[in-house]
């Protein structure tokens, strides 16, 4: 089965950096599938600020953290990450990663915990 855990949130001042990092096993590389980084804040929706295709190699960075977050992998370790930096008060929220054939962009509530979801990481942004 798909297993998929996040870890590297914590409190970070406003201008900086921090890594999130996203251990998936059960996964088909091969196939069709795309591993991506979804983010909700308390009171807004769950929206996916990036996403990978484990096949293809190519990414996606959503408008809203283009230029400042990034997502990369290490396929020998099992890895995905999302590079984020100059983070900002409004990046404040839980970050999930997912795997799936497609990935919706927005939904009222992320699913974290649920089947292709991680549990997710708090990444708190400090003004």
């Known amino acids: 089965q798909v297993h998929l855990v996040e870890s590297g949130g914590g409190l970070v001042q406003s201008g900086g950096s921090l890594r999130l990092s996203c251990e998936y096993s059960?996964?088909?590389?091969?196939?069709?599938?795309?591993v991506g980084w979804y983010r909700q804040a308390p009171g807004k929706e769950c929206e996916l600020v990036a996403a990978?295709?484990?096949?293809?190699?190519?990414?996606t960075i959503e408008e809203v953290v283009k230029g400042r977050f990034a997502i990369s992998r290490d396929n020998d370790k099992n890895v995905v990450f999302l590079q984020m930096t100059r983070l900002k008060a409004e990046d404040t929220a839980m970050y999930y990663c997912?795997?799936?054939?497609?990935?919706?962009?927005?939904?009222?509530?992320?699913?974290?915990?649920?089947?292709?979801w991680g549990r997710g990481t708090q990444v708190t942004v400090s003004s």
């Open positions: 997912r795997a799936g054939g497609g990935l919706i962009s927005t939904m009222p509530a992320c699913h974290g915990g649920d089947d292709g």
């Open positions: 990978t295709s484990m096949r293809s190699n190519s990414s």
């Open positions: 059960g996964l088909d590389i091969n196939g069709l599938i795309l």
